[in-house]
């Protein structure tokens, strides 16, 4: 593995290529000392601003990390755990059932659809539909009474791609589109007369344009589940290809075999379905996305400056009962610490912001992007690179910061300074995420 570390923001306003309906229900405001905290229904925890060294005096491992410095962080709300395999299949079906749903469209199954109110000069048009998403449950997947199970054969395995006497989803047509404003494009080019906002504007899509179709195609969602048998050769995988995203028994696991790419659809996909959601009467949304490579490192070390890992003291004793983190102890040893593979996304004891496994259990994608050059230039105030690829570019373009370390990696990958990186489109058997959102308005204190 290589590594570095860096920090700071990323931009992205999305607007789904299919009308989402609001999910409220849930959000908690809670008061303390006047200031707002984390919604408590996406079990968030609250991550004060403050200042903190961010990397390593010494990269001893020749890992590319960047030269340690003093730097302040806003305040940010930060998911208490990585992203489990549960609430990514949440993402998952939403996509199925948006492909569904619009595949059979209003005309054939207007019961799934709703008006939606719309003004034009004036007048007030309800032409439009939207997606009825209450009904879409009651009856997208059900035959009889006004279901359309019958009517989603497209939606299946066929011919030869099909197991005989199967009848399984084909994961290759659950792809998202969403459009962002790519804001570092904005601010570049805000001086340049030749330059329209749609010149700012990432679709990803599949364009019927063959000038444009692998720039920024749609996000295929499903996890590459073959990432444990191509991670390892010469070993016995095929279980965890099976079961590890599919199976009930790993609900609370952390999601792997996701891209970049798709971990960032994912919290478009989250701000946009808590779209209306109020954190409180002046702040009413949060926009999801990942967290920088400083923030992650900030909240790792929760207030403890001095701390090489998310929790006071040492990692590797010889009581094995203190062991802290899912890692890999000793070559060929991963199990002293109860976790042969990823474990329960609330195993052992959370740091002093309440964050779990942020060492070890899967490494996790930040919203920085790698590039050595940028290092020096990096702002003291929440600084951070970001570089969105496309398709066609060099895979060099490509490159992320990964930190945490994961249950495959040495001691050494689990401190809170060390990062290593990996390809925006490169899927790994030990690699996950959890999301952030700034906290919108004066800092939390």
């Not at 849930?26 to 200042?51: E, Y």
Request: net charge positive.
């Amino acid at each position: 593995m290589r590594k570095i570390f860096l920090s700071g923001l990323v931009i992205a306003f999305c607007l789904s290529s299919v009308t989402f309906k609001s999910l409220a229900q849930g959000w908690v405001n809670v008061k303390k000392n006047d200031k707002f905290l984390s919604p408590i229904a996406r079990n968030m925890a609250t991550i004060p601003a403050g200042q903190t060294y961010v990397g390593v005096p010494v990269d001893i491992m020749d890992t590319v990390s960047t030269a340690g410095r003093m730097v302040s962080i806003s305040g940010f709300f930060m998911d208490r755990t990585e992203v489990s395999n549960k609430q990514y299949r949440e993402f998952v079906n939403w996509v199925r059932d948006s492909v569904a749903t619009t595949m059979l469209g209003p005309t054939a199954a207007p019961n799934l659809y709703k008006p939606v109110a719309t003004t034009k000069g004036g007048a007030t048009l309800t032409s439009q539909r939207a997606i009825d998403w209450n009904n879409v449950k009651k009856y997208l997947w059900h035959d009889g009474n006004g279901g359309y199970a019958s009517k989603l054969e497209a939606m299946y395995y066929s011919g030869d791609d099909a197991l005989l006497g199967r009848r399984e989803i084909d994961i290759r047509k659950l792809k998202y589109s969403f459009s962002i404003l790519n804001m570092d494009l904005a601010a570049a080019g805000r001086n340049n007369p030749s330059m329209n906002r749609k010149d700012f504007i990432q679709s990803y899509v599949d364009d019927p344009d063959p000038a444009k179709a692998n720039e920024f195609p749609s996000i295929a969602v499903y996890p590459d589940t073959l990432v444990w048998m191509v991670d390892y050769g010469y070993s016995q995988n095929k279980p965890m290809a099976k079961d590890y995203f599919s199976n009930p028994a790993y609900d609370d696991y952390p999601v792997v075999g996701v891209t970049w790419e798709q971990a960032n659809a994912y919290c478009i996909w989250l701000t946009k379905k808590y779209e209306g959601a109020k954190v409180s009467k002046k702040h009413p949304k949060l926009e999801f996305r990942l967290p920088t490579a400083a923030e992650f490192e900030y909240a790792a070390k929760a207030g403890h400056e001095q701390s090489k890992f998310p929790w006071t003291g040492e990692l590797i004793t010889d009581d094995k009962e203190r062991l802290q983190a899912n890692f890999k102890n000793d070559p060929g040893n991963y199990t002293p610490d109860n976790g042969l593979y990823p474990v329960h996304v609330r195993s052992y004891l959370p740091n002093d912001y309440e964050l779990y496994n942020l060492a070890g259990n899967v490494a996790e994608w930040t919203a920085t992007a790698y590039n050595p050059s940028a290092a020096a230039l990096l702002h003291d105030v929440n600084p951070n690179y970001t570089f969105v690829a496309k398709a066609t570019d060099s895979k060099y373009l490509k490159r992320k910061v990964v930190k945490g370390g994961s249950w495959k990696d040495i001691a050494y990958f689990l401190q809170n300074s060390v990062a290593t990186y990996e390809y925006q489109d490169q899927p790994r058997s030990y690699i996950g995420f959890r999301c952030v959102a700034s906290y919108p308005g004066s800092n939390i204190k």
